[in-house]
């Protein structure tokens, strides 16, 4: 044996096992970093929103006010009648009990309600320290002190902020192990193989496992925010993505083994095959992704870069990682159903009678290609009629959280005994001089119950104001001839804060905050206002800004990009047109499920963004798995033989790519937060729809219809293989030998 071959024999085997070794060295440092996710994540809604934003203007200063960054949380206790002093003694008891527990900054005294069956403390956190754990003691000692008499709930921001971290803590355990028990399950059914499965589910931890670690440090260094939501997303995609690439090579890899060739050889031609439609369905889902760059919400920015990180490190993992476990393992992946020579090659002519499920489909196209492509479009238009029904104008905070929540809870308490937005002010912040008129126009608005000012030498950090003779007067804080205090200034401005009739996080209190606006923009000063209610607000008209603004760009680059790799205007506008149809016939039949099988409340306004970006990215890659076949077939068996050829080679791949991205959405219905259970739906049931519908159904039978024009302007759309009246090259010519035809 010549040492050249001796040398290539030993470079079939060294470099597969160098790259095995690579990614098991990744993967077991990035492992870890699953349960330290939380070190460097935030669901800090504030934070997300642009500089320009009122309430983040207003959430900049309120330390200089307030003395500390702090978020609110409400302690109710009720009651089965009027309290007593004895109850209102233990409500004090346990007031100070929390005032002494640490990342607590004020605690209230107890404040009674008017029906005297209430009372309620406000505790100011830290903002900075850990919220949730810091909620969580204060329901211990609740729980532990608070008098046997009454029941007690911790509400207000804080006690939501708490609920929610809980709702997300199943994201890298429950979650995972759904995700992949569902992806395992469908690759056994497809291949019944117990190796395979592994194989793939291997590339897809990997990818993950690579990718958490790079976005942790990201993260770490500020680059990136990362919150609970983002952390799902990334999960999931990874998974699904990784999986989906994962599976086309798998199956050009069978292909060759079916066609008899050697382990090495079948993994080098599986990797030429499937590396152009792999980077252009990775690349088209990067780019979509980085217009969320665009973002005035810093989530939405982060997910985009975040996301990309993980589409690429499933990209690599799918053209390293798993082509080298193949290469090593070979046909045994297979077993007991081991592709034997001759399994791989295609009918010569679909059009004929033919056996298997995609050939009969192929030829069904084909027979009625017309027809099936108006039927498809029509049903696909009368879903998206459901559109309209859609509710994603935002939902209270209330709501963001299907399964249990004592802060949703104590809110309906506090609500049936104090003004509902007890806890969670408006802050409004005026010149001084102008404090007193503004006082007048917060007090006299709709949906205002009471006014007060920010006053340091007061026992809850503010005082009730009213206005005589022009003046600001502040009600005195103490026994009668105690004086009254004075609003603390800061640069010139006071802080006026103003208690809501309405839940800081209901729709109503949201509408208030913006008639409050427009009357403070008509008004002969300045005032901005912020606080949690116009956080919402302003989260919420950011998030319409934002898909206003991002989907359109997103349609066109997908578009561009579309038209590089297919070499063709008009097959790519179809394509887009096919997948918007679709995410349109998506949303139309998710809202008809959310408002009267659900039951929903509402939507956020990210969800139909959000979905929009993963259905169109996504929903085009098995478009582009099918087209790029298609072309290849096209370039030797003429634009409609090679669409049913294409058809044919790619439908069970596509199909099982498309059932498990579907799958591990579905997963995130897990994860109890409403957005997350909508998102699930709508990518999930959009995936299955591209797959049965869009991809097995009306795009080949439109192309088929439209024939060779579907590659216009390129010379394809000229000169086609199939066409005997053009001089075409017969069925055997070699792929190089009719491009050259086309060059010349």
Not at 604 to 622: C, H, K, Q, R
Not at 673 to 683: D, P, S, T, Y
Request: hydrophobic content about 50%; some cysteine; proline content about 5%.
């Amino acid at each position: 044996m010549s040492s050249a071959s001796t040398s290539s024999r030993w470079l079939r085997i060294a470099l597969p096992l160098v790259l095995v070794v690579i990614w098991l060295a990744g993967g077991s440092i990035g492992g870890p970093y699953f349960g330290k996710v939380e070190e460097v994540s935030t669901n800090d809604q504030s934070s997300f929103l642009p500089q320009s934003a009122e309430s983040t203007q207003v959430q900049e200063r309120l330390d200089d006010f307030l003395g500390g960054d702090a978020i609110p949380a409400l302690v109710v206790f009720e009651g089965t009648g009027s309290l007593d002093a004895a109850d209102l003694e233990g409500v004090q008891t346990v007031a100070d009990e929390i005032g002494a527990l640490e990342g607590v900054l004020e605690v209230s005294p107890a404040i009674p309600s008017e029906d005297g069956e209430a009372a309620q403390v406000v505790v100011s956190i830290d903002a900075s320290a850990e919220v949730t754990d810091i909620v969580g003691e204060v329901r211990e000692l609740v729980a532990a002190d608070a008098p046997d008499s009454l029941r007690a709930w911790v509400t207000g921001p804080a006690g939501f902020t708490a609920d929610l971290a809980t709702g997300f803590t199943g994201i890298d355990g429950l979650l995972l192990l759904v995700a992949l028990g569902a992806v395992f399950v469908i690759l056994v059914v497809v291949y019944r193989s117990p190796l395979l499965p592994i194989l793939v589910l291997l590339t897809s931890v990997f990818a993950l496992c690579v990718a958490l670690l790079s976005v942790w440090w990201l993260a770490k260094a500020g680059i990136v925010v990362l919150n609970g939501q983002v952390q799902g997303i990334l999960f999931i995609l990874v998974i699904g993505a990784a999986t989906d690439y994962a599976l086309l090579y798998v199956a050009r890899f069978r292909e060759a083994i079916g066609e008899g060739r050697r382990r090495w050889d079948a993994a080098t031609a599986a990797w030429k095959g499937s590396i152009e439609p792999i980077l252009a369905s990775g690349g088209t889902v990067i780019a979509g992704l980085l217009c969320l760059l665009l973002s005035d919400l810093a989530s939405n920015r982060a997910l985009g870069p975040i996301a990309s990180i993980g589409i690429a490190f499933a990209m690599l993992s799918a053209l390293t990682f798993l082509p080298a476990l193949l290469a090593l393992v070979g046909r045994a992946a297979f077993w007991p159903f081991i592709p034997k020579t001759g399994m791989a090659e295609l009918p010569a002519d679909l059009t004929q009678p033919t056996r298997g499920l995609w050939a009969k489909l192929a030829r069904f196209v084909a027979r009625r290609a017309r027809v099936v492509w108006i039927l498809s479009t029509v049903v696909l238009l009368a879903a998206s009629v459901g559109v309209t029904q859609l509710k994603a104008d935002g939902v209270p905070a209330s709501e963001l959280v299907l399964g249990e929540s004592p802060a949703r809870d104590g809110g309906v308490v506090l609500a049936e005994h104090f003004p509902a937005g007890s806890g969670s002010p408006l802050y409004v912040i005026v010149s001084e001089g102008d404090a007193p008129e503004a006082a007048e126009l917060v007090a006299g608005q709709d949906g205002v119950d009471s006014v007060g000012v920010v006053a340091a030498d007061t026992p809850s950090g503010q005082a009730a104001v009213s206005v005589e003779g022009g003046e600001l007067v502040l009600a005195p804080q103490g026994p009668p001839g105690t004086p009254a205090p004075e609003p603390t200034v800061d640069g010139g401005d006071v802080m006026l804060v103003a208690t809501l009739s309405d839940a800081a996080d209901s729709l109503e209190a949201e509408q208030t905050v913006r008639e409050l606006r427009a009357s403070l923009a008509d008004a002969p000063f300045e005032g901005i206002v912020g606080g949690t209610t116009a956080v919402d607000l302003d989260t919420n008209d950011t998030s319409i800004r934002d898909r206003t603004v991002i989907i359109p760009v997103i349609l066109v680059v997908v578009l561009l990009i579309l038209m590089l790799l297919l070499r063709s205007v008009l097959a790519p506008v179809l394509l887009i047109l096919s997948v918007i149809v679709s995410f349109a016939a998506a949303l139309g039949v998710s809202a008809l499920v959310f408002n009267d099988v659900f039951g929903f409340p509402g939507g956020d306004p990210a969800v139909p963004l959000y979905g929009f970006v993963f259905l169109v990215a996504l929903g085009i890659d098995y478009n582009i798995f099918l087209m790029s076949r298609v072309r290849e077939e096209s370039l030797v068996h003429g634009t409609r033989r090679g669409i049913l050829r294409g058809l044919v080679a790619t439908g069970g791949v596509i199909t099982s790519a498309g059932l498990v991205l579907a799958a591990t959405f579905a997963a995130l219905g897990v994860i109890q937060i409403l957005f997350l259970v909508q998102l699930a739906f709508i990518v999930a049931f959009g995936v299955l729809l591209d797959t049965f519908v869009v991809r097995s159904l009306l795009v080949p039978a439109l192309a088929y219809d439209i024939g060779r024009k579907i590659w216009w302007p390129s010379k394809l759309s000229r000169v086609d293989a199939g066409d005997a009246s053009a001089d075409a090259a017969p069925e055997e010519m070699t792929r190089a030998e009719y491009r050259r035809t086309l060059d010349a």
